[in-house]
């Protein structure tokens, strides 16, 4: 059988399309596994909504150039106040705004010092 220039152009975009899509797909499930730094059993859809707010947030602002220390540090507010029993991710997201915020505070009052 022999194909024609057209149809081999054909298959070889269909191939290419296949294959970034199947890329995207396993980068997607990766990425849902090691994308937020909550500690098992303690998972809630809310938090990673909150998660994100805050981290936009900080990185629009400039304080999350040290970007996974913040967002440790940002994970670990909201876990803390989830488990004393807030919910609400706006809540949530200002509790992880002020514990980074908190923890930058030393650093921005040596740099205006000097």
Not at 30 to 42: K, L, N
Not at 76 to 102: C, D, F, Q, S, T
């Amino acid at each position: 059988m022999r194909l024609t220039l057209c149809q081999v152009n054909v298959a070889r975009v269909l191939n290419n399309a296949l294959l970034r899509a199947f890329c995207i797909f396993i980068s997607e499930k990766i990425s849902e596994r090691v994308m937020y730094p909550w500690p098992t059993g303690d998972f809630d859809n809310v938090m990673d909504v909150a998660l994100d707010i805050a981290m936009n947030y900080l990185d629009l602002t400039g304080q999350a150039v040290m970007y996974e220390g913040v967002r440790s540090t940002a994970a670990m507010a909201i876990a803390a106040a989830w488990k004393v029993g807030v919910r609400h991710r706006i809540k949530l997201a200002h509790v992880a705004i002020k514990a980074v915020e908190r923890k930058q505070e030393p650093f921005l009052k040596y740099q205006e010092c000097g």
